[in-house]
């Protein structure tokens, strides 16, 4: 798989994360969902298919309470 270009895309963390800067971005770009650690901005970013990314976020467990 090529790796997409994701240095100009709009990254974002989840609304839950309120201002609490330790946590992972994501970013789309055509069918690739990029992730990456928000205190290292230029390090490594993982790249997974949009169906895989589903399955990973559809198995996470539901926090309530926030």
């Given at each position: 798989?090529i790796?997409?270009e994701l240095?100009?895309?709009?990254?974002r963390k989840?609304?839950r994360?309120g201002?609490n800067?330790?946590?992972?971005?994501?970013?789309?770009?055509a069918r690739?969902?990029?992730?990456?650690?928000s205190?290292?901005?230029?390090?490594?970013?993982?790249?997974?298919d949009?169906?895989?990314?589903?399955?990973?976020?559809a198995?996470l467990?539901?926090?309530s309470?926030f």
């Amino acid at each position: 798989m090529i790796s997409p270009e994701l240095s100009s895309v709009a990254w974002r963390k989840s609304t839950r994360s309120g201002s609490n800067a330790d946590c992972v971005e994501v970013a789309e770009v055509a069918r690739v969902v990029g992730v990456r650690d928000s205190k290292d901005l230029a390090g490594p970013v993982l790249a997974f298919d949009r169906r895989s990314w589903a399955a990973f976020v559809a198995h996470l467990p539901v926090r309530s309470g926030f």
